[in-house]
């Protein structure tokens, strides 16, 4: 069925089929998004959420006796953490902790692209929370999953010839110069197409679809605040497509956000300490 077909072809016919999987979302995550968003959100059923993952019990644990919160009492309980941290942050983690494990290929080609997108991915998502709170608080709930899920079409295209790969065997080389290629050539497309089918709310798939487009519309302040995390991150290396002669300030983004030079020097910082200092 698929003779005769390009390669990029072959690939979006991969994801179609219902054999080809990549869970977008993780339960956890969302309900703890759910519990967040009502006015009388009930710490204890946060707290249980959390203890019913041994890894994500863990890492909240890890973050709140990190260095960061150096000096301070050791903390012994999900609660305490929840109270250090905060619960947008723990939100945001739960996401990260459990999204992370998706970045990953058996082809050695794929491997450092893996680890190159997740690092794009969750860079994009830290940069558009921080602007959204800056900027305007009324997008921060969306705007970190929009950050997360931008590019996931080149994820998607990644599994897929991840995929492809092992089942055409040796006799099909991937050059990078290939990967490279198919990822930036049918990404946003493939993205929209792949949370739309999966019922992933309107505002990720157009976020997906549109976010290279030329213009930038200054009404909406969600796509500004993506595409402006995206650039950002692109700028400092956090990117397979890094760019460090961007100017953030000169960008239709930064226009459309009344974001000045202070500001973008502050993100930049910000992700400086998260993303490139040494663990």
Same mark, same amino acid.
């Given at each position: 069925m698929t003779e005769g077909l390009s390669l990029l072809d072959r690939i979006k016919h991969l994801v179609e089929r219902e054999?080809?999987? *990549?869970? /977008?979302l993780n339960e956890a995550g969302l309900k703890l998004q759910a519990l967040a968003s009502k006015p009388d959100c009930d710490m204890r059923k946060v707290e249980l959420l959390i203890m019913r993952d041994? %890894?994500?019990?863990? &890492?909240v644990l890890r973050v709140a006796n990190s260095a960061f919160f150096g000096g301070l009492p050791e903390v012994n309980t999900i609660r305490t953490a929840l109270l250090r941290i905060g619960l947008q942050q723990v939100i945001m983690m739960v996401f990260m902790v459990k999204e992370r494990s998706k970045y990953q290929a058996r082809d050695p080609v794929l491997i450092p692209v893996a680890q190159g997108l997740w690092r794009h991915a969750s860079a994009s998502?830290? %940069?558009a929370d921080w602007l959204a709170c800056r900027l305007n608080q009324r997008v921060r709930e969306e705007a970190f999953l929009a950050g997360l899920l931008h590019d996931i079409g080149e994820l998607v295209l990644l599994r897929a010839l991840d995929d492809f790969k092992s089942s055409e065997g040796p006799s099909f080389v991937l050059l990078p110069e290939l990967v490279?290629? /198919?990822l930036t050539s +049918?990404? +946003?497309e493939l993205g929209f197409n792949f949370l739309k089918q999966r019922r992933i709310p309107e505002v990720y798939c157009r976020i997906a679809r549109d976010h290279h487009r030329e213009t930038c519309d200054p009404g909406d302040t969600l796509m500004a605040i993506v595409r *402006?995390?995206?650039?950002a991150v692109?700028? $400092?290396? $956090?990117?397979?497509r890094a760019d460090p002669s961007l100017v953030l300030a000169t960008t239709c983004e930064a226009a459309c956000l009344d974001a000045d030079e202070i500001m973008? %020097? &502050?993100l930049e910082v910000m992700l400086e300490d998260s993303m490139l200092s040494p663990v």
């Open positions: 054999s080809f999987t *990549l869970p /977008v041994q %890894a994500l019990a863990a &890492e998502a830290m %940069a490279e290629e /198919v +049918a990404h +946003a *402006l995390a995206d650039l692109r700028k $400092l290396g $956090l990117s397979l973008l %020097a &502050e």
